[in-house]
């Protein structure tokens, strides 16, 4: 049975690595997805002074889903690993996926969000998939 620390340290390990994965490419040079400014102007609709608001969301929402993560996995009786985080993280990206494609980049209050394309549900998809995978692996370890 998987420990509350274990679970907040696998959400904060697993959001980590999403968050680090979907800002690679600006910090490269390669594109300029920024998701924690994304998600704080999603919240306030302004450009200003939303890293905090966006990172502490993001954080949140990542050991939030940790938990369901376990409680779907314990209700099905399957193990929590990096499979089954990595199969969970494949359900969850592919929903964020649709909603991000769909939803958020039509909607969104910024007009500088709502023109990313595929590459950006993809990302989102990818991102999810190592958020599930680190989440089992960091569970698994902490056992």
């Known amino acids: 049975m998987e420990t509350i620390l274990s679970l907040l340290a696998g959400g904060i390990a697993g959001t980590f690595v999403m968050t680090s994965f979907l800002l690679l490419p600006r910090w490269i040079g390669w594109g300029k997805i920024d998701?924690?400014?994304?998600?704080?102007s999603l919240m306030t609709g302004r450009r200003e002074r939303i890293f905090r608001l966006g990172l502490w969301l993001h954080v949140a929402m990542g050991i939030?889903?940790?938990?369901?993560?376990?409680?779907?996995?314990?209700?099905?009786r399957l193990p929590f690993n990096a499979m089954t985080g990595l199969l969970l993280g494949?359900?969850?990206?592919?929903?964020i996926m649709l909603l991000v494609c769909i939803v958020i980049m039509e909607h969104h209050p910024i007009a500088g969000y709502h023109e990313k394309g595929l590459g950006t549900g993809l990302a989102q998809l990818l991102a999810h998939m190592l958020y599930g995978a680190t989440l089992g692996w960091i569970v698994s370890l902490m056992q």
Do not use: K, N, Q
Request: charged share 5%; glycine share 12%; proline share 0%.
């Open 35 to 40: 998701v924690i400014r994304a998600v704080g």
């Open 90 to 95: 494949s359900l969850h990206g592919a929903i």
């Open 64 to 76: 939030l889903f940790a938990f369901l993560y376990s409680g779907f996995l314990h209700l099905s």
